[in-house]
């Protein structure tokens, strides 16, 4: 079972790396053809060749620049990918810590040590800062919620995401009291898959609302696997208290979606910002990443802004006050994953049709629905 997954894994980090080499080529190339150090959306416009490969490679870019993201965000980005080491197929992080990753019995494993290394580990630090980073302190930047309290629980470490990691991830926070639990991390292979739905059912059963980000590739996920979720058959959710998060970009046009973000008409409840979010890094230090990673958060601070005003209302309730309180568009926007060569424009659908709510998440219309539910 676990070869199977490891040769799902192994297939797609390659793909990935490919993608990633792909995209530090069309920057060299442009650069080179460019004669610049700093490529610009305005010159790659204007940029006018007959060389069929350099015309991919400035698409590329443009695609890139048009979502937000800039040549910088994308070295940090490779260098966490080449860094981390789940993408290192002969490292077999299990044995260090004794742990049997097909016995959800064995437990007694692990450490305390939630920090990790400050040179290479900043994805915890960047999404916690997002939610409860210390509001008007005229320091970095303000999170989304001003009554909230941080528990780590590092749940992906060095290797490979594991459903016993997740699962007893879960259960350890419900446990300890977490009322909002956010879920930045997902793959799409789960060869225990039931092990985190028990875990989720559980949470359900103790009130605590999960917000897990809706992944990277561009995908529907109505159709493609994206792990873990609220749902077996990708219809009928078997839990009421889970909220997955599409990422829209920093434009308010067609490009909206994140070029990059997954979506689903039916597994993708709302949308959040999730593109050059700047946020707390390790060594006191602030910086922009991108990524639904970054938009389940910013929900993630809004549950938690409901949750501390108004604790009377249950999990299931403020899932559907965050959703019924979205702020909806009706506009076309360019499909994530759709530009390609033969198509450098994209494939257009309705906004609407990338999540159930077809909206983007507003923290103060969920506070204003959170009051009204109460106090009518």
Known sequence: MYLKAFNKKSERNIQTAKRLKQIGESFAGVKDFLGTDTVTMEALQAAKTEDKKLQAQIGDILGLLGRGLDEKAFEEYYETFKKNKQYDLGFNGRALVGDNPEDIKDTNYGNNNVLGSKDDEIHGTHVSGIILATRNNGVGMNGVANNAKLMSVRTVPDG??????????????VDNGAKVINMSFGKNWSPNKEWVFDAIKYAEKHDVLLVHAAGNDGKDIDVEHNWPNDTADKVSEFADNVLTIGA????TDKNLPASFSNYGRLNVD??????????????NEYQKISGTSMASPEV???AALVRSYYPQLSASQVKHIIMNSGT????????PGSKSQENPEGKKV????LSITGAITNA????????????K
Do not use: C, H
């Open 160 to 173: 490979d995401e594991r459903d016993k990691d997740v699962a007893l991830a879960i259960r350890y926070a």
């Open 300 to 302: 993630a601070g809004v």
């Open 364 to 375: 103060y219309n969920a506070l204003v629905l959170a009051d009204k539910m109460v106090n």
């Open 328 to 335: 909806k568009l009706d506009m076309n926007v360019i499909l």
């Open 270 to 283: 709302i949308f959040a910002p999730g593109v050059q979010i700047y946020s707390t890094f390790p060594k």
């Open 350 to 353: 309705k906004f609407s049709e």
């Open 248 to 251: 829209m970009s920093i434009n």
